[in-house]
């Protein structure tokens, strides 16, 4: 009994030990790559900055998700890090929801590289 008070659930332990760690992290990334993500509201929240970001280059998967709701996810992802008119969003936001995380890199291979 004594060692189950020290048994946290994934929620507790995100919020209480590394939720800050992932700001630091989200704000010095130039990109970031989403794979298998979710993008579940609990998830969301965790990423979400308390301040605009610089803009920065965002590619995730999305396998077989609907193409209404990548276009959510990509408004929500704007909206978290940085505001973007439509244009630039569709440059700077790739939700893919044709292939697989693991087909991901190959597809967006030169667009990651730089």
């Not at 929620?11 to 990109?31: M, W």
């Not at 704007?78 to 693991?102: G, Y």
């Amino acid at each position: 009994m004594e060692l189950s008070r020290d048994i946290k659930t994934f929620t507790e332990q995100a919020y209480t030990d590394i939720t800050q760690e992932i700001a630091v992290e989200v704000a010095r990334a130039e990109a970031l790559v989403f794979l298998g993500f979710g993008y579940h509201d609990q998830n969301m929240s965790i990423l979400k900055p308390e301040e605009k970001q610089k803009p920065k280059l965002i590619y995730g998967t999305a396998y077989k998700m609907s193409d209404s709701d990548v276009d959510v996810i990509s408004h929500q992802l704007a909206d978290f890090f940085m505001a973007l008119n439509p244009e630039q969003r569709a440059e700077r936001i790739k939700i893919d929801n044709k292939h697989r995380s693991v087909d991901l890199f190959d597809y967006y291979a030169k667009s990651l590289a730089g």
